[in-house]
C-alpha cells in the first residue's frame, strides 16, 4: 500500500489541460476572483508567493491588478508546460516564475514575499499545520488560503473520494482533508496575522494581514 500521493499522477497534464481551457473560457473561479477582489487595489509593485499554483492563473491576474511579480510553487510538474503557455499568453513571461519543489520541504530557499496565496492546496494535505507555518514563514504582509468549509456536502465527498481512491490507480495514496478551521485560523493569527476577509461560499476564503 502506497502512504503518499503522487502528485503528479493526481494533478497530471489532462487536469492542466482542462484548468487551462476552463480559465481561458471562464476565467477565475469564483474562490479565486474574490481574493483578486480584495487585494487588487492594494498590492501596487508588492511580490506574489502562489503555492500549490496548479496553472498559475491566480497569482497571474495579481500581476495584471498590478503586483510587481509571482512565483509560482507546483509540487506536480505536470502543469509546467501550460503554465508556461498561460504565462506566454498573458504577456507576463517577465514578471511570473515558476518552480517545481514541495513547499513544505524546501520553503527555506525561498524568500519572503509580500503576499504568499494559497487556493485549495490544503484539502490535499494531511501535513496541513506544517504548510499553514512554511506559508506564513515567507508571508510579509498578506497570506490568503481558501479551503473546504466543514458542510455536510464536503464529508460526504471526502468519504466517498477517499473510500474509491484506493480502487483507482491514479488517485491511489490521494486523500481528501477538511482540517478544523479553528486550528487554521489559531495557526496563523499565532504568527502575527488578523483576518481582514472571511467569506464562506462552498469554499472558505480566508485573507489575513501582518498587524
Ligand atoms: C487542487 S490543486 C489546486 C491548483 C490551483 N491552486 C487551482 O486552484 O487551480 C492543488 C495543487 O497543490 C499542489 N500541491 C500539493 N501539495 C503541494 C506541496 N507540498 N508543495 C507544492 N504544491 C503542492 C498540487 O500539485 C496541485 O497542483
Known sequence: MECCANYDRVFDQKQAKKDLKRYRK???????????DYLGD???GMT??????????????????GAKSALEIDISY????????LRH????DDAVEFRTMDFIQHYGNLSDHDIVVSDKVICCLPNFKEFI???TARAK?????VYPRDLRLWKMFGVVLNWSAQFLK????????????????????QKGFEKVLDRKGVWQISIYEKK
Open 26 to 36: 471562464r476565467g477565475l473561479r469564483k474562490s479565486s476572483q474574490q481574493i483578486v
Open 42 to 44: 492594494k498590492i501596487g
Open 48 to 65: 506574489v508567493l502562489e503555492i500549490g499554483s496548479g496553472v498559475g492563473y491566480l497569482g497571474m491576474e495579481l500581476v495584471k491588478k
Open 78 to 85: 505536470a502543469y509546467l508546460e501550460r503554465a508556461k503557455v
Open 89 to 92: 499568453e498573458l504577456n507576463l
Open 133 to 135: 507555518e512554511a506559508g
Open 141 to 145: 504582509h498578506y497570506y490568503a488560503i
Open 170 to 189: 491514479k488517485y491511489k495514496g490521494f486523500n481528501f482533508f477538511i482540517h478544523p478551521h479553528k486550528d487554521i485560523h489559531e495557526l496563523i493569527t
